[in-house]
Nanobody
Framework: QVQVMESGGGSVEAGGAVTLSCAPK????????MAWFRQAPGKEREGVAL???????RYKESVKGRFTVSRDDAKITFYLQMTNLTPEDTGMYFC???????????????????????WGRGTQVTVSS
């Protein structure tokens, strides 16, 4: 089973920026559908952004204009660039991928991630006011 690993979390002040990275462990490619999720303490996990190899990109409404998701298939790395961070962005951020069939309808995975089959352990992002 392919695993993915996140990196790049940390603590920043409000208004700051953080870039997260995600890469599969011992695997030579990204999956077609890749996504970022987050979970704040005491809250449910929520979808943040997705990228499909067909060019589809989606964002959670509250991060539009501040977060940018991208993928570098040559470097086998998936990114989430976060700017103008607020304390409400604090949480554990998870990378998820879809390596095995049945494959997800990627455009919907932020709301319905059940078909994503590779999840990282998360990286913490803390934004102080």
């Amino acid at each position: 089973q392919v695993q993915v690993m996140e990196s790049g979390g940390g603590s920043v002040e409000a208004g700051g920026a953080v870039t997260l990275s995600c890469a599969p462990k011992d695997y030579a490619r990204l999956s077609g559908c890749m996504a970022w999720f987050r979970q704040a303490p005491g809250k449910e996990r929520e979808g943040v952004a997705l990228s499909d190899s067909d060019g589809t990109i989606r964002y959670k409404e509250s991060v539009k204009g501040r977060f940018t998701v991208s993928r570098d298939d040559a470097k086998i790395t998936f990114y989430l660039q976060m700017t103008n961070l607020t304390p409400e962005d604090t949480g554990m951020y998870f990378c998820a991928a879809d390596f095995y069939p049945p494959y997800a309808n990627c455009a919907n995975v932020l709301q319905s991630p059940i078909a994503l089959d590779a999840w990282g352990r998360g990286t913490q992002v803390t934004v102080s006011s």
